[in-house]
């Protein structure tokens, strides 16, 4: 069973040519494993995947595996349209040290849900990893349902999901349904960490841990261990700024947030571009409200 616990969205350092900064992303990793997260999650939305290159996807798992393998979870997402594409993304993560291999349901193409399932169930037959699905429609117009992620749920090397949808009905649904399977329900949401762990999810996959890890990793474990009130304390002081890391898009707020904090994170490779003036702003003032800058 995959443990409980933060996975942060880490997102990908540039240089200020937009080259990607290893330097900055072993300080990125070395953050993450001093605050104690349970995992690292590499290459997803937050991470740029599809602006990055394969060799540089592949260079961004080297150096995350070189620095934390043992000391906390690789988690990189497989971010892929085609069964083959992804059968090549898994490949390459088993042979630089994943743990784990979240997989983005296939975008663009809009599979109905037999494709969908036949997709995940021939990837995870042909990984040596175990597969997390990664619902996240808004980003690839494809819904896992609850319906479809309970069908995958069977499935011996599929073991959890880390969840996008924000509606706790949908999170309860999905966790009902598969709740005699091996199956772990995340969500991939910071605003539905401590809600969805207070009623048996298994933790979060977090965009706020980015600079915040060990606040994440504290809110979501004392959660998990039924202190409830501590927990739901937790959310309560830092719920602004949850919601603050998802304005405009993921992960323009995050590398922001980096930014003003003096730490390794840069700029965007088009078409995606800064948060705007008037939004940092406001990330400015908040994150100095909170002294996190």
């Known amino acids: 069973m995959m443990p409980g616990g933060a996975y942060t969205l880490l997102i990908t350092p540039f240089r200020q040519d937009l080259s990607l900064d290893e330097e900055g992303l072993r300080l990125l990793v070395d953050r993450q494993i001093e605050a104690g997260v349970t995992g690292i999650a590499p290459l997803g939305v937050?991470?740029?995947?599809?602006?990055?290159?394969?060799?540089?996807?592949?260079?961004?798992?080297?150096?995350?595996?070189?620095?934390?393998?043992?000391?906390?979870?690789?988690?990189?997402?497989?971010?892929?349209?085609?069964?083959?594409?992804?059968?090549?993304?898994?490949r390459m993560f088993e042979d630089v040290g994943a743990d784990y291999i979240s997989v983005f349901s296939p975008f663009f193409v809009l599979p109905q849900p037999e494709g969908i399932i036949k997709f995940y169930e021939q990837l995870a037959y042909f990984s040596n990893l175990p597969i997390i699905l990664h619902n996240a429609k808004e980003r690839t117009g494809v819904e896992l349902t609850p319906d479809i992620s309970a069908t995958l749920a069977k499935h011996p090397n599929i073991i959890g999901i880390k969840d996008g949808n924000k509606g706790l009905d949908h999170l309860a649904k999905v966790m009902h349904l598969t709740r005699n399977d091996d199956f772990q329900v995340f969500t991939g949401k910071d605003t539905t960490a401590f809600p969805l762990c207070s009623f048996g999810g298994a933790g979060s996959f977090t965009v706020a841990g980015n600079l915040i890890p060990g606040y994440m990793e504290k809110m979501i474990k004392l959660t998990l261990s039924g202190n409830l009130k501590e927990g739901k304390a937790m959310h309560d002081e830092y719920y602004e700024v949850f919601e603050a890391f998802r304005w405009e898009t993921n992960?323009?707020?995050a590398k922001m947030a980096l930014n003003l904090a003096g730490l390794p994170a840069g700029g965007h490779r088009l078409p995606l571009t800064p948060l705007s003036q008037t939004r940092t702003e406001k990330l400015k003032a908040l994150l100095g409200k909170h002294n996190l800058i």
Do not use: F, H, Q, Y
């Open 46 to 90: 937050t991470g740029e995947n599809t602006l990055l290159t394969l060799d540089e996807i592949r260079k961004v798992v080297e150096i995350i595996a070189a620095r934390a393998k043992g000391k906390a979870l690789i988690v990189p997402d497989a971010c892929a349209t085609s069964l083959w594409e992804a059968k090549e993304r898994v």
């Open 251 to 253: 992960p323009m707020a």
